[in-house]
């Protein structure tokens, strides 16, 4: 009996060393791989937001390009309401959400690469570094809000990278497949506060 | 006359059916149309409420099923009428739905993958790339010419004659590179000199363009597309810049993108293909299951419809086994199985028919019966009145002081067998010549609880619960019958309880067919009824008893049958006898 306990016991450390390595692993991944880098800033009268997508690899997303697909990047960014009194037990509630997406391909002809913005403005890049720099970035984008106190909201923003981005018939395909989506884990910011907002 | 109503297949169950069937499909192929749409948009799947609805409709039509399994065990276990038949028509319609299907199904995902393999065949992506290819060269080509003739020594020379003679010059141009289309020539302030050719390359204004030499930026007017390149050079001490280009074709640019689009789209289907292939027999699937089980849902409901008939049948059958003729089972339709309803209707009823005239021929033998019984209970009495008055003859003839000896005993004897004649008599005359009755709108409540009154006080060891009497029933009846029937049945219960038990009275409605009826039950706890005499209950002059005179029970039945009503018994000996009446329902005004 004692020793079955020993053995027991022998086989649960080992299981649980296992077990716990692979969620340390897990739980470091985050810090090594890709992030979103998330910030609000104010110019006294409107919020601006800007959200980049760091430490990601642009190996397959230049593979894909080079095979002559596009790629797709999504910055989204959510507005809370901080829960007060006994709503504190349940979720923050979400007020608005935004979702931006530009894309990029290769244009074969001008040899150059293409970002389609959000706002349907194209740009054509020859060098890599910048061309990857403004594809994985969104910069100084206004936030439609109208909030009275900056101290009861705060915003997040998460970045998902679409290494292909599946055109039609194979769109149903992006329903089904994360194999070639990218998706960072939420990055939380403070709403500055501008003109007009009361801090309480 | 009790009936069943039964109709073949119910308009209103088959119209139902029709309805959920065309509703499910509708919904299914709307939104199948919406995906299918949405995918050939490149839109993303903006109706996420397909997800739950992909998963809640099967989900909830699985569970259907389930609930319609479970009840069809439960009743295969109880035994219930039809149902093994039933089984056997669901699996006979499943099987019907799946043989459909299934080939329907290797069919599409056969089509799926042969149209998929069609399209993706390796001579597309040939042709595309090969397309792709010859688009490039030219575009290089026509760059590089361009490029070339800008650097090109030679170019001076005749740019310098292009002021004198610009046709001429740009002929000269053009014979040196026959893809220039154009050409414009600006001074140093930026004036436009001469312009030859194609009108689409004209710079309207130079002074914005900063390049000096070499190739200015692409332009794309009107789907044209055009390439330029700066060249300098000096006449008589002033600088002039010269703007030669080239036209591509019109549409070049567009179409160029749609080639690399479609080559995009082609690469993206040849390196996704089995997953693609996957997914759209999933969609397929998900859209063909739940038709599927819709298919044996609705063979559940149908075999339901069919068999309703049929139970009811085997129901009908059953009542006409156990004796009950008064069954008919209505139908309006007009197919096989209401021809064989019908035929059953018309053998009850000619078995009614012949077993009133049974009835009849046993009612002139109970009567002869009667007669013959009567015969003897009259002439019973008869023997000793003759004999006690022939004694008295006797003595009185024989002279003997002493005839008060006999005649005392003897007109005693003579009067107490009178006295049963007399009583033997009324009570056959009340039987023989019950009046017609008297009807009038009668409470139920009122009638029994008056009857138990009597009895309540008299019989202090018995129990009678009246409890249970809906006080909203009435009947049309002769208060004065209906009370002599409660009286007779409580008085048969209370000699069958000997002393101490109890009678419950109890009356609810029921409704057989169109008509509703009262149900008056009388429960007792008594000796209950031999199997032997269940037939002879209701016979006259038939008792069990010393005292009885047989015709209580006959009355009753009198009673109920001249109210238009039914009675009959259901006992079990040791345990007690309950008596049924239905009576036609009245309302109350």
């Known amino acids: 009996m004692l020793n079955c306990l020993k053995i027991n016991l022998k086989r649960n450390k080992k299981g649980f060393l296992f077990f716990f390595s692979i969620f340390f692993s897990l739980s470091l991944l985050p810090l090594f791989g890709q992030e979103s880098i998330f910030d609000i800033q104010t110019d006294g009268n409107s919020l601006k937001f800007s959200l980049y997508l760091a430490n990601c690899s642009p190996k397959e997303v230049f593979e894909r390009l080079d095979q002559g697909m596009r790629s797709e990047i999504y910055f989204s960014v959510y ?58 970035s969104i910069k100084d984008v206004p936030l439609p809000l109208s909030i009275e106190s900056a101290d009861n909201y705060y915003a997040a923003g998460r970045t998902r990278l679409r290494t292909i981005k599946f055109l039609p018939p194979l769109n149903i395909l992006g329903s089904f497949s994360t194999s070639h989506l990218i998706t960072t884990e939420w990055e939380y910011a403070d709403i500055p506060e501008q003109r007009g907002m009361v801090r309480e | 006359m009790k009936s069943l109503q039964t109709q073949t297949t119910s308009v209103t169950g088959l119209i139902s059916i029709i309805i959920i069937y065309i509703f499910l499909i509708a919904l299914i192929l709307v939104f199948s149309n919406q995906i299918l749409q949405d995918v050939a948009m490149g839109r993303p799947m903006a109706n996420l409420i397909f997800i739950p609805l992909a998963v809640g409709l099967p989900v ?47 069919l599409s995902i056969s089509f799926i993958n042969t149209t998929t393999e069609s399209w993706f065949s390796p001579k597309y992506g040939e042709a595309l790339r090969g397309g792709i290819h010859i688009a490039l060269a030219y575009y290089d080509d026509r760059l590089e010419t361009l490029e070339n003739l800008q650097a090109s020594t030679s170019l001076s020379s005749l740019l310098r004659e292009a002021e004198k003679q610009p046709e001429r010059s740009f002929q000269e141009i053009k014979a040196m590179n026959s893809t220039i289309d154009f050409l414009q020539i600006f001074n140093s302030r930026g004036e436009e000199l001469t312009f030859q050719g194609e009108i689409d390359g004209r710079i309207s204004n130079f002074k ?32 002039y810049s010269a703007v030669l280009g080239t036209i ?51 063979s559940f409901m149908l075999s339901d419809e069919i068999i309703r008939p049929i139970i009811n049948l085997e129901d009908a059958t059953r009542k006409v086994s156990e004796g009950d003729y008064s069954i008919r089972i209505l139908t309006r339709t007009k197919d096989e199985l209401s021809n064989l309803i019908r035929s059953f209707n018309h053998m009850v009823a000619e078995l009614e028919r012949s077993r009133r005239q049974l009835i009849q021929t046993e009612k002139v033998t109970t009567w002869q019966e009667i007669a013959q019984r009567m015969a003897h209970e009259i002439k019973n009495p008869l023997t000793p009145i003759k004999l006690s008055a022939q004694r008295i003859l006797k003595r009185y003839e024989s002279g003997k002081t002493n005839l008060g000896d006999v005649l005392v005993p003897s007109a005693t004897s003579i009067i107490g067998e009178v006295e049963r004649l007399n009583n033997l008599l009324t009570e056959f005359r009340d039987f023989a010549r019950l009046p017609e009755p ?35 029933l009435f009947i049309l009846a002769d208060s004065d019958q209906i009370n002599q029937v409660f009286t007779n049945l409580i008085t048969n ?24 009826y009262c149900r008056i039950q009388i429960q007792d706890t008594g000796s209950g009824i031999q199997k032997e005499n269940s037939n002879k209950v209701f016979n006259p002059y038939f008792t069990t008893k010393e005292k009885g005179t047989g015709l209580g ?37």
């Open chain 2, 438 to 472: 008297k009807m009038e709108v009668c409470s139920i409540s009122e009638l029994v609880l008056s009857a138990a009154s009597v009895f309540r006080f008299s019989s202090q060891n018995v129990l009678i619960h009246t409890e249970n009497i809906d006080p909203g």
């Open chain 2, 553 to 589: 029970l006959s009355i009753v039945e009198r009673i109920i049958l001249d109210h238009n009503g039914q009675i009959w018994f259901e006992s079990q000996p040791g345990i007690g006898t309950t008596f049924f009446i239905d009576l036609p329902k009245a309302d109350r005004d």
């Open chain 2, 60 to 106: 909830f039509l699985i569970g259907t099923i389930l609930f319609n399994i479970f009840r069809l065990v439960r009743d295969t276990r109880r035994g219930a009428p039809g149902t093994r038949f039933k089984v056997r028509l669901i699996l006979f319609f499943a099987f019907i739905a799946l043989l459909s299907s299934i080939p329907q199904g290797i």
């Open chain 2, 208 to 239: 914005d363009i900063t390049v000096t030499e070499g190739l200015l930026p692409k332009e794309t007017k009107q789907e044209k597309t055009i390439f330029r390149a700066v060249s300098q050079y000096t006449a008589k001490g002033e600088t």
């Open chain 1, 79 to 136: 507005l809370y309401r901080k829960a007060k009194g006994l709503r504190k037990f349940f979720s923050d509630k979400l007020i608005s959400e935004w979702e931006y997406s530009q894309e990029a391909q290769w244009d074969i002809f001008s040899k150059q690469y293409v970002i389609t913005d959000y706002k349907g403005e194209v740009k054509k890049f020859s060098q890599k570094e910048e061309f990857i720099s403004q594809f994985f």
């Open chain 2, 248 to 298: 591509l074709p019109e549409g070049f640019d567009k179409e160029a993108q749609n080639l690399t689009n479609t080559l995009e789209i082609f690469s993206q289907l040849e390196e996704f293909q089995r997953v693609f292939r996957i997914v759209l027999i999933l969609f397929y699937a998900s859209f063909s299951f739940p038709i599927l089980l819709l298919a044996i849902l609705i």
């Open chain 2, 493 to 516: 219960g209370l000699e069958a309880i000997n002393g101490k038990g109890e009678i419950s009275i109890r009356a609810d409605l029921v409704t057989k067919g169109n008509l509703d």
